[in-house]
């Protein structure tokens, strides 16, 4: 299922995207700031690139690619 961005609270939406940016693998020895992270994930996530997948049956979100996210999953 998913959330869409604009939908969640303003400080949950941030801890969310601090969460995935800040997760092992995601930096690959990126120095890039932590805010600077921040703003590009939430700037796709306005333009659509990125969206927040909501796995109900491990109660997870996740953001993914909405290229890599199901087609069918978009239609809803």
């Known amino acids: 299922m998913l959330i869409p ?3 969640l609270e ?18 690959n020895g990126d120095e890039t700031p932590l805010e600077t992270r921040v703003e590009r994930v939430r700037h796709a996530l306005s333009r659509g690139t990125a969206v927040i997948v909501f796995d109900a049956e491990h109660q997870q979100c996740q953001l993914a690619l909405r290229r890599d996210v199901p087609k069918e999953w978009l239609e809803d």
Request: glycine residues 4%; hydrophobic residues 25%.
């Open 5 to 7: 961005y604009d939908q």
């Open 10 to 27: 303003p400080d949950t939406l941030t801890r969310l995207i601090e969460d995935f940016v800040t997760r092992e693998g995601t930096d």
